[in-house]
Nanobody, 120 residues
């Protein structure tokens, strides 16, 4: 059984910082691209916040570029999201995502989500 577990969410004032972590555990043979998504109650789909392939070349949408940094520790099967200069518009549930090979085949896995709330 493969699981992704996020931590690090919470309440912060605008302009502040938070660091999210997501650790993959279970029978993992290989991990490909890891990513963070977010979703607000009014959104039908989750929005990509950042992703990082195994080569380490991160990608960001314009909405977070320059403020958020994604990184990964392959030895720990963990992905991080450093969020700086947070804005109220960043308020959402943040989900980690990973393409990984478990006991049988490659698949896409999601964490349970962690709430980030930015107050003005």
């Amino acid at each position: 059984q493969v699981q992704l577990a996020e931590s690090g969410g919470g309440l912060v004032q605008a302009g502040g910082s938070l660091r999210l972590s997501c650790a993959a555990s279970g029978s993992i043979f290989s991990i490909g691209t890891m990513a963070w998504y977010r979703q607000t109650p009014g959104q039908r789909e989750r929005e990509l916040v950042a992703n990082i392939p195994i080569d380490g070349k991160a990608n960001y949408p314009d909405s977070v570029k320059g403020r958020f940094t994604i990184s990964r520790d392959n030895a720990k099967n963990t992905v991080y999201l450093e969020m700086n200069s947070l804005k109220p518009d960043d308020t959402a549930v943040y989900f980690c995502n990973a393409a990984l090979r478990g006991p049988t085949a490659w698949g896409i896995y999601w964490g349970q989500g962690t709430q980030v709330t930015v107050s003005s």
